[in-house]
């Protein structure tokens, strides 16, 4: 059994900054890929960003890029989500998804295990 648990939403004003985390446990092996993704209400779930755990391969979203980071920690199985200057259009529950084979995927459907999923809020 695999689980994935994201941390760290939250409200925030326009041009902040928030840090996401999601902490995989439950199996030894170490997944290949991580990802987030962002779901507004009344709209598809949306590819954010993606890391090759072992490689550092990383690839974003056109709507983020340049202004979102993800990051990896080996040791904590933990991957991380910095977002910097925050608009109110980024306000959506963020998920954290994980799978076995690096595709560099943009869709939901290439990764099998998902987390609960976090709130984030940008005012104006």
Do not use: C, P, Q
């Given at each position: 059994q695999v689980q994935l648990?994201?941390?760290g939403g939250g409200l925030v004003q326009?041009?902040?900054s928030l840090r996401l985390s999601c902490t995989a446990s439950g199996?030894?092996?170490r997944y290949y890929a991580m990802a987030w993704f962002r779901q507004a209400p009344g709209e598809e779930r949306d590819f954010v960003a993606a890391i090759n755990w072992s490689?550092?391969?990383?690839?974003?979203a056109d709507s983020v890029k340049g202004r979102?980071?993800?990051?990896?920690?080996?040791?904590?199985?933990?991957?991380?989500?910095q977002m910097n200057s925050l608009k109110p259009e980024d306000t959506a529950v963020y998920y954290c998804a994980?799978?076995?084979i690096w595709r560099r995927g943009?869709?939901?459907d290439q990764y099998k295990f998902w987390g609960q999923g976090t709130q984030v809020t940008v005012s104006s």
């Open positions: 648990v994201e941390s326009a041009g902040g199996r030894t092996w490689g550092g391969d990383k690839v974003y979102f980071t993800t990051s990896g920690d080996n040791a904590k199985i933990t991957v991380y989500l994980g799978d076995d943009r869709t939901a």
